[in-house]
């Protein structure tokens, strides 16, 4: 099953590699359905944030709005130095400097399965950053060795198992040295021993001081780990705020139903 991420002993490695990430007034509707309904958020540098709530709420429309997979409709992102007034026209360059910034792991894990796990995650860093093929799979062994994996780079994503996948996924990512990083329910589709392999290297990722910003159905993750709880239902921010107080005493009668359905099942 593959070894699980060591903690990082490099104090330079604990450095705070991230930024600040704000929406204001984010809306998203598909025909009559209004998906996102004047949402604003803001994620300072080094922060987790956790977004959590019942299916259909728009936290993964939310998340693919930051990096634009989805277009708003109305609103304003921005991320770092970066500002995107969904209302005007994007250039090329304003979001090829936006996505530059910004790393995304999704709950498929969207591998190249003719490629080996060494150049799944060395060809972007060749297409993306220009770098060459020696200076791009050197940092891809670098982030194998980092997410538990340096004896895989030779596999296959069909020989490797779901969470192997999706570290895999994380390691792809973190080789275009992303100041956020989004995740989309990265362990949905696994079960519970696998996902614990991809929390690990999250949770790793969180004590550097990485801005992460993730969608999940992991309360204890959620509770233990970010600093920064959004809870949404019915495309608005039910509340936020200090993940303790939320989960010990929600404000709204919405967080309190689902957090008891989620935690006494």
Do not use: W
Not at 186 to 214: C, W
Not at 234 to 253: M, N, R, S, Y
């Amino acid at each position: 099953m593959g070894t699980v991420a060591q903690p990082v002993t490099d104090p330079a490695a604990a450095k705070s590699t991230g930024m600040d990430v704000s929406l204001e007034h984010i809306v998203k509707a598909y025909g009559e359905h209004v998906v996102l309904d004047d949402v604003s958020l803001s994620v300072r540098e080094g922060e987790v944030c956790a977004i959590i709530g019942p299916s259909g709420a728009g936290k993964s429309t939310l998340l693919r709005c930051i990096n634009l997979l989805e277009r708003p409709d109305s609103g304003t992102i921005r991320v770092g130095d970066t500002t995107i007034d969904a209302g005007q026209e994007v250039g090329g360059k304003q979001l090829h400097g936006l996505r530059r910034q910004v790393g995304m792991v999704f709950q498929s894990f969207n591998l190249f399965p003719h490629l080996t796990v060494l150049r799944n995650i060395a060809l972007p860093q060749e297409r993306v950053l220009g770098r060459s093929r020696a200076e791009a799979e050197d940092r891809a062994m670098e982030l194998l060795q980092r997410v538990g994996l340096g004896d895989k780079p030779a596999q296959y994503p069909s020989r490797c198992s779901g969470g192997q996948q999706q570290r895999v996924a994380i390691a792809r990512a973190l080789a275009l040295d992303p100041k956020v990083m989004l995740f989309d329910e990265p362990t949905s589709a696994l079960d519970p021993e696998l996902g614990l392999e991809v929390l690990a290297v999250m949770r790793e990722l969180a004590d550097e001081g990485m801005t992460m910003i993730v969608v999940t159905h992991e309360m204890q993750f959620a509770r233990d780990v970010s600093d920064h709880l959004i809870v949404m239902g019915h495309g608005t921010v039910l509340e936020e705020g200090q993940p303790e107080k939320i989960f010990t005493d929600p404000a709204t009668d919405r967080t309190r139903r689902f957090l008891r359905a989620v935690l006494e099942r």
